[in-house]
Nanobody, 121 residues
Framework: VALVESGGGLVQPGGSLRLSCAASGRAFSSSVMAWFRQTPGKEREFVALIRWGSGTTYYADSVKGRFTISRNKAENTWYLQMNSLKAEDAAVYYC???????????????WGQGTQVTVSS
């Protein structure tokens, strides 16, 4: 299974972006999909996750109310809608999949290549 992200780019503070993560390859059987982000010199930080079957979601406090994670089961794709972006949201965003409802990146075994999000005026 490979995860391919898209949708990153440059946006002004207060703007919006939507990231996509498409899973391809052998039968996709992961049960939890997530987004993490990372800036240089810092550890990978949890952003949001969604349980594939039920759609149950969980967010980091720093993005709650501004970001929305969703999924399209028919297309094996999940999304991160990011609104009211702030300078501190700038990072490389990674999608990932695993089997535990967890904000710990160590619990995820498949990762995308990352997509850059830049928030600047």
């Amino acid at each position: 299974v490979a995860l391919v992200e898209s949708g990153g780019g440059l946006v002004q503070p207060g703007g919006s972006l939507r990231l996509s993560c498409a899973a391809s390859g052998r039968a996709f059987s992961s049960s939890v999909m997530a987004w993490f982000r990372q800036t240089p010199g810092k550890e990978r930080e949890f952003v949001a996750l969604i349980r594939w079957g039920s759609g149950t979601t969980y967010y980091a406090d720093s993005v709650k109310g501004r970001f929305t994670i969703s999924r399209n089961k028919a297309e094996n794709t999940w999304y991160l809608q990011m609104n009211s972006l702030k300078a501190e949201d700038a990072a490389v965003y990674y999608c990932s999949s695993g089997s535990e409802f967890s904000s710990n990146p160590g619990h995820y075994d498949i990762w995308g290549q990352g997509t850059q999000v830049t928030v600047s005026s």
